[in-house]
């Protein structure tokens, strides 16, 4: 009898696991749907849009940042390599074609294109610092109050 016994309670436990397998297995998302499991994903509220738009608006009158040396000189090289190549279309190649330009230029060639761009730099700084002054006295809250009336 233990002999049965045994053998019984050996044909249990292979269901048993079975059962143990299935519930560690991972649900599909049909199934998870109808049990209610399936996290539903967050969709942006409306305030986060306020605040983004409102932060843009704030920041209207900032003066943008100038462009650095190697943007100067692709405005030149790309004038000059479109005359030389009207067949390419590409902006990787004109870029790719620039970069590599950029690079075996020497020190005395890029020169120019330093000054360009340290000249706006000091412009780019001088108006940033007006608009500080500006925006600490205040200024842009009264004009943008004035301009929602225009409207």
């Known amino acids: ?13 292979p269901t048993t696991t079975a059962h143990r397998k299935m519930s560690l297995r991972p649900r599909s998302v049909v199934r998870m749907k109808e049990i209610g499991t399936v996290k ?11 605040k983004t738009s409102s932060k843009l608006d704030a ?5 943008k940042k100038p462009p650095t040396a190697f943007f100067y000189f692709l405005e030149d090289f790309r004038k000059e390599f479109q005359q030389q190549n009207p067949d390419v279309k590409s902006m990787r190649e004109i870029g790719k074609a620039c970069g590599e330009k950029w690079k075996i230029m020497t020190y005395e060639e890029k020169v120019q ?5 340290t000249n706006k730099r000091a412009k780019f700084e001088k108006d940033l610092a007006d608009y500080a002054k500006k925006k600490e006295n205040g200024e842009y809250d009264e004009l943008d109050e004035d301009s929602d009336y225009d409207e």
């Open 1 to 13: 009898m233990a002999k049965i016994a045994s053998s019984s309670s050996a044909s249990q436990t």
């Open 40 to 50: 539903k994903p967050k969709t942006v509220t409306a305030k986060k849009k306020k």
């Open 59 to 63: 920041d209207k009158h900032k003066p």
């Open 113 to 117: 294109y330093y000054d360009i761009a």
